[in-house]
Each structure stands twice: as structure tokens, then as C-alpha cells.
């Protein structure tokens, strides 16, 4: 008996490769997406600290420091400016993160459809190679039965 051989594996191994390439591309995104959210929730938590630092020093009528204030003042609408821009290059990476999704989905279906096929062929190939053994050991036994 000759092995089942499918016509289409090398593009199934192509399509194959092509799906691992995309989950390594979509993993580097949501690695990326996680280190800008990281650096996100530094800013913001640098931002409160600040804000309790300016209500701290202004509660604290005894001892203000002007300049203090001032300079903090004028450092946290840069701060802002830099969270918003953050925000928008994490929302940025997560529409990019959609495409690739979409992506790999479309890679995911065309992979499955050839390994599906090829165990259609496949299933195919061995009933009709099990439909030609049973008619040869059909053929066997009219012969012996005929002989005898």
C-alpha cells in the first residue's frame, strides 16, 4: 500500500508559517501596548503625586514655598500633555492591534480550510483503498472457493 500523500501540503506548511509569523507580530504588539500602558500608569501616578505635593505645600500655610508651587504648577499641564499623548499612541497600537487580530483570523481560516481538506483526501483515500482490499479479498475467496 503506496502512503497518503497530499498534493497541497507544501501550501498548507506555507500557511502554516504565515499564521506563526502573524501570532509572533500580534504577541510584539500586545507587548508594546503593555509597556506604553505601563509608562502610562507611571505618568499618572507621578501626576498625582505631584497634585498632592502642590495641595500639601498649599495647606501648609506656615511655610509656602512660592517658587515650589509656581514651578509645580507650571510642570503638571506638561504632564497632562504628555499623558494625552500616551493615551492616543496606546489607542493608536490597540486599531493596529485590531488589524493584526484581523489578520491572523484570515491566516487561522485559511490554514484550517487545507487541514480540512486534507483530511477529507485523506479519509477518502483510505476507504478507497479499504473498498480495493476488500474486493481483492473478496476475489481471494471466490478463487478458493472455486477451486475447491
Known amino acids: 500500500m503506496k502512503k497518503f500523500k497530499f498534493r497541497l501540503q507544501t501550501v498548507l506548511e506555507l500557511k502554516s508559517k504565515i499564521l506563526d509569523e502573524k501570532l509572533i507580530e500580534l504577541s510584539k504588539i500586545l ?3 503593555k ?19 502642590v495641595l500639601s505645600l498649599i495647606s501648609n500655610s506656615s511655610n509656602i514655598n512660592i517658587e515650589q508651587v509656581v514651578n509645580l504648577k ?17 489607542n493608536d497600537m490597540k486599531n493596529v492591534l485590531e488589524l ?4 491572523v483570523n484570515a491566516a487561522y481560516r485559511d490554514k484550517e480550510i487545507l487541514e480540512k481538506l486534507k483530511d477529507k483526501q485523506k479519509n477518502a483515500y483510505y476507504k478507497e ?20
Open 74 to 90: 507650571n510642570y503638571l499641564p506638561k504632564l497632562e500633555d504628555k499623558i494625552k499623548s500616551q493615551r492616543q499612541l496606546i
Open 129 to 148: 483503498f479499504e473498498i480495493t482490499q476488500n474486493n481483492e479479498l473478496d476475489d481471494i475467496t471466490i478463487c478458493r472457493y472455486s477451486f475447491s
Open 31 to 33: 507587548s508594546q501596548i
Open 35 to 53: 509597556a506604553e500602558e505601563d509608562i502610562l500608569n507611571e505618568l499618572e501616578e507621578k501626576q498625582n503625586s505631584l497634585n498632592l505635593e
Open 100 to 103: 493584526k487580530q484581523d489578520e
